[in-house]
Nanobody, 124 residues
Framework: QVQLVESGGGLVQAGGSSRLSCTASGRTFSSYAMGWFRQAPGKEREFVAS????????RYADSVQGRFTISRDNEKNTLYLQMNSLKPEDTAVYYC?????????????????WGQGTQVTVSA
């Protein structure tokens, strides 16, 4: 089992940058593929990015490809999401999630463990 805590959200101007962190505790962090998801008001939770256990493979949603970068530091038990060129439509609660898998799932229901989320608001 693993516990996840996100941090780093806040208010950012359009065109700006922000970095989210997700700190894990419990079972060995490197045992898990990790993902970032987001949920805007009135919308379903959507996939943002995922990374493999050692960080060698990543995948992104088309909407963030080229702007967001997912990475992890297994020594620090931490997952990151660097967000650049932010747009108002990136406004959402961002969640990190973990699954004991060699795959890089895009589906939220593939993930077992979730953080509580952190709000990112991008002003126009």
């Amino acid at each position: 089992q693993v516990q996840l805590v996100e941090s780093g959200g806040g208010l950012v101007q359009a065109g700006g940058s922000s970095r989210l962190s997700c700190t894990a505790s419990g079972r060995t962090f490197s045992s898990y593929a990790m993902g970032w998801f987001r949920q805007a008001p009135g919308k379903e939770r959507e996939f943002v990015a995922s990374t493999s256990r050692r960080g060698g493979r990543t995948r992104y949603a088309d909407s963030v490809q080229g702007r967001f970068t997912i990475s992890r530091d297994n020594e620090k038990n931490t997952l990151y999401l660097q967000m650049n060129s932010l747009k108002p439509e990136d406004t959402a609660v961002y969640y990190c999630a973990a699954v004991d898998s060699w795959d890089l799932p895009r589906e939220a229901n593939s993930y077992v463990y979730w953080g509580q989320g952190t709000q990112v608001t991008v002003s126009a």
